[in-house]
């Protein structure tokens, strides 16, 4: 293991190729037609009930809308015809995006690092706490995330998947939102390195983060979400959210002078949380609260979590029943833990003597009137017998005058407050010449100053931290000096106005790019919606709007490339590439079991020729044979646009050889957006065939084919690397 220097943020984005980012700006569109055609639907829907309704009818009876839990409809909308025109100008500047040469220096650095990042056959490993990067060879790697998980993990039953999906099927049925909640996809289990500890790197602690969330658990999260909400406004405990409400807890202290800190920090508390414990809090919060069997039993199942490693693999929590676990980064993970907080701060409120307590997930501060050492110490005692009963270990600190919690000091003895780093923390923003979007690096020394100006009690205080952020801003190429109170007029000008059902357009920024996205996009909804248009109501300037994304990262990258490395370390022996019982006949000329690939099928026929684009997510010559019996039987001609097509042929009595070749190969990885690699790299080939084509422009708002049945799919594990 060696150390990766990079003396910038790894959060810099670097140009993308002109692959990249038309595959991006394609995946964004797709998402915004997906939306304005259902709302274009429903609002035509409404319209034609109004217009053959009864004016006698009653708006009351109608059947109230159905809690979706925010879960977005997973079925492809119908074609509207009003949009197609719309569509189809969309998906030509798509297609004629022109780009241009950037020369920077910053971006040269950039791309310099990641082609030395993917051409690297080593994993890269972030630290912990710190900006630190590791290099390790896989097998190490490997080794390290097995080792950590082997610590509180064991091999999950064959079963487990299954019945953890039935569950979750059974109780999104019951909440009637079965057509909106998709399988859970695995993703593979990786540690950051505990650099900061003592004894390194002779001694290697990590922590080992389970990045496979339930998707039973978006629903629990507005669910707990409620439930934490009504809660907090009907008993009087302390739940900080933010630094901003410490701070207001800390300034409405009376005689601060008189009191003394007791500083708590739960232990391992996302993984410490027991079934028993969740339970007793949400039996708790029934009394306070309206939760539904169904609800119940959905935060429940959301627990019902499984880790998978590299090679295939499932584990589950040694010492829990029914696969039960609080995992880091679990989509209701901080909700959990909110509930669970608001109940121990309910019981602390009944037994500990302090004048006042408040808690921020696993950090905990209270205050008590100055007194004795024994006192002080019976308090801890106290404190620790109250988390001690919910199964949970805390460590605790008492009579302190000044303590660092979160990103704040406080000081009792003066009563002031100013930013607080960690050692050897030195701040690290975004390069001023990084492939963000120009409203981000524009407002970046803005939001710092008002950032440290929250932060900091006085004048004093703020200008001791001062230099630290300037320097770092100096170094990301800003020429800007952070001063108390700049940015705070343009915050009060701020004005919110009504709020608006928008419909947002996000596509990506990159700073080669010479078409005016922004601007070619609001032309077409001003040509194609225009005033007196059926859908100018709901497609305007006021309620479609545009927002510019982000490309990938250099974190992002990093973690690809991790990906990669492990996939290809762990990767099956090579199997046959062909099973034709004639080989010189195989319609990718030996290559015909190749898998996840789009493919291209060139029929020609006298002077005519004409193209196809497919996919494969298995093996190809399963496509290939399905193809070949929608050629071949009557009765299959009108599966798809290409048997559609020959049979038009034989119907003429016009003689056509077929060609088959690989476009290119992907996988079938889910994306941020829900689509996969495999469909987006299809839709891209669609687009860019410069040759006739028989493929419709309606295949390119279609819904993702493999959301079912590959989201499980394991791959064996690889034995023969075990030693």
């Not at 990641?114 to 051409?119: A, C, G, L, M, R």
């Not at 390790?136 to 950590?148: A, F, G, H, I």
Request: proline share 5%.
């Amino acid at each position: 293991m060696e150390r990766y220097d990079m003396d910038y943020s790894s959060k810099n984005i670097p140009i993308p190729s002109r692959r990249e980012y038309p595959t991006r700006l394609l995946e964004m569109t797709e998402k915004l037609l997906k939306r304005m055609r259902w709302k274009a639907f429903h609002f035509l829907k409404k319209e034609d009930e109004q217009s053959t309704t009864s004016d006698t009818s009653n708006p009351e009876e109608d059947e109230p809308e159905t809690d979706t839990y925010g879960l977005k409809s997973r079925r492809s909308p119908p074609q509207i015809p009003e949009m197609v025109a719309f569509e189809s100008d969309l998906l030509k500047m798509i297609e004629n995006i022109q780009f241009s040469q950037t020369k920077n220096k910053f971006q040269r650095d950039l791309r310099r690092d990641v082609n030395h990042i993917t051409s690297s056959d080593q994993v890269i490993v972030e630290a912990d706490k710190t900006r630190n990067l590791y290099k390790m060879d896989p097998d190490d790697y490997s080794k390290l995330v097995t080792e950590n998980i082997t610590q509180k993990y064991k091999i999950a039953e064959p079963q487990a998947i299954t019945e953890i999906e039935a569950g979750c099927h059974s109780i999104a049925k019951k909440l009637a939102i079965d057509d909106r909640i998709k399988p859970t996809s695995p993703k593979e289990a990786f540690v950051t390195i505990k650099d900061h500890k003592d004894n390194f790197p002779h001694n290697i602690k990590c922590r080992l983060i389970n990045p496979t969330k339930p998707e039973m658990g978006r629903v629990s999260k507005v669910i707990l979400d409620r439930i934490n909400t009504e809660l907090r406004s009907q008993i009087s405990v302390n739940q900080w959210r933010n630094t901003a409400s410490v701070l207001d807890w800390f300034t409405g202290l009376h005689e601060k002078e008189r009191l003394t800190f007791i500083v708590f920090d739960i232990v391992d508390f996302y993984p410490s949380i027991t079934e028993p414990l969740l339970m007793k809090c949400l039996t708790w919060a029934r009394r306070h609260t309206r939760i539904s069997g169904h609800e119940f039993d959905a935060v429940m199942h959301s627990r019902r979590s499984l880790l998978h490693d590299h090679e295939g693999n499932t584990w589950e929590k040694r010492d829990a029943t029914n696969q039960f676990d609080v995992s880091m980064g679990a989509y209701d993970g901080a909700e959990v833990c909110e509930l669970v907080g608001l109940y121990i701060l309910q019981e602390m409120g009944k037994r500990i003597d302090v004048a006042s307590a408040g808690l921020y997930r696993d950090d905990g501060l209270a205050v008590m009137r100055s007194s004795s050492g024994s006192h002080a110490d019976r308090t801890r005692k106290n404190l620790i017998r109250v988390f001690q009963e919910c199964g949970l270990k805390i460590t605790v600190e008492t009579n302190l005058k000044i303590v660092n919690f979160l990103d704040v000091t406080l000081n009792l003895e003066t009563g002031s407050y100013q930013p607080y780093r960690k050692p050897n923390d030195t701040p690290v923003y975004i390069n001023k010449s990084s492939n963000h979007p120009p409203t981000i690096v524009k407002n970046i020394p803005l939001a710092i100053t008002r950032r440290i100006s929250e932060l900091s009690s006085n004048q004093d205080a703020f200008n001791k931290a001062a230099p630290a952020y300037n320097n770092a801003l100096a170094s990301a190429g800003y020429n800007f000096k952070i001063e108390e109170n700049a940015g705070k007029e343009k915050a009060k000008k701020t004005r919110k106005g009504r709020s608006r059902k928008v419909i947002w357009f996000n596509p990506p920024y990159s700073m080669n790019v010479k078409t005016n996205i922004g601007a070619r996009f609001l032309k077409l909804l001003d040509t194609h919606f225009p005033a007196g248009n059926k859908l100018h109501n709901i497609f305007n300037r006021s309620t479609v709007k545009i927002s510019y994304s982000c490309m990938k990262n250099i974190r992002q990258i990093i973690k690809s490339h991790n990906s990669k490395i492990m996939k290809d370390a762990t990767q099956p022996p090579q199997k046959k590439t062909c099973n034709c019982r004639q080989p010189e006949n195989c319609p990718l000329r030996g290559n015909c079991l190749v898998d996840d690939v789009i493919y291209k099928a060139t029929v020609a026929s006298q002077d005519n020729s004409i193209a196809y684009i497919g996919l494969a997510s298995g093996p190809f010559k399963m496509r290939y044979n399905n193809h070949t019996k929608s050629l071949r039987h009557d009765r299959y001609k009108k599966e798809t646009e290409l048997s559609k097509y020959v049979w038009g042929l034989k119907a003429e009595n016009i003689d056509y050889t077929i060609r088959w070749d690989i476009i290119k190969k992907s996988n079938t990885h889910r994306r941020r957006t829900g689509t996969c690699n495999l469909c987006m790299e299809e839709k891209l080939a669609i687009i860019g065939l410069q040759e006739p084509k028989l493929n419709s422009r309606t295949e390119l708002i279609s819904t993702c084919r493999h959301g079912t049945t590959r989201s499980y799919r394991r791959r064996p594990p690889n034995r023969a690397k075990r030693k």
